[in-house]
């Protein structure tokens, strides 16, 4: 097994304990909200997802100072435009209460970023506060797509679909999808590879809004997605393991 189907196995055992009929009632008995996470993205300019994560299968504990209070804190400093919540708890160590906290303290739209393989988990992002979700194309059928983005859209929440080559976005694409993200990393191998949003932006439809994930660490690198128009970029490990996270963002803001 690689890395995602463990992560992926490893989801089916945690979500069995999830009372799936009172998160779905409590899911839309929420404020259906006004989609802040894709308005955030859609505004001018490059737009910085900031992500809170505390380890990862390939890096393992990524930083020991990890407060989740204090990080979001700095991402409101740095005006950053989303955050970013690592909510996975065997290989990342997240845990749903972070949303929460980085939204009333960043006062920012939050992605829950986990690996949906259920719609009970789609009930459950809504319920813990989340702005909006990861679809990971590498794990989900056409079917499960389409879905999944009707029922987070009928709830008030928006959906990156993730992907890594062509056959993954043809697929978001058909699946009706508004925000594509195409990840630097193998999700198989967990290597990096900027050029892959690069090589990937043409086959995205102008009318679709496009983020880079993973990977991006300078100035240059924001400069080469700024040219094939690159809507968002989400940014974890090079924030994580910066101890000045305000200069570092601005930094890359140039």
Known sequence: MNILDKITAKTKERIVFLDGEKLKNKAYSCDKGNFPFYDAIKKDGISIIAEIKHASPSKGIITDDFDVRKISQEYKLAQVDCI????????????????????????????????????????????????????????????????????????????????????????????????????????????????NSLRLRKYVPSDILFVSESGIKTKKDMDKLKEIKTDGVLIGETFMRSNNKVNQIKLLKG
């Open 84 to 195: 970013s919540v690592l909510t996975e708890p065997y290989f990342f160590m997240g845990d749903n209460s972070y949303v929460e906290i980085a939204k009333h303290e960043a006062k920012k739209p939050v992605l829950r970023k986990d690996f949906i393989i259920d719609e009970v988990q789609i009930y459950e992002s809504k319920v813990i506060g989340a702005d909006c979700i990861l679809l990971i194309s590498a794990i989900l059928d056409m079917e499960k797509l389409k879905k999944f983005s009707y029922i987070a859209e009928t709830i008030g929440l928006n959906c990156l679909v993730e992907c890594h080559n062509e056959k993954e976005i043809e697929l978001a694409i058909k699946s009706s999808a508004k925000i594509i993200g195409v990840n630097n990393r193998d999700l198989t191998t967990f290597d990096v590879d900027i050029n």
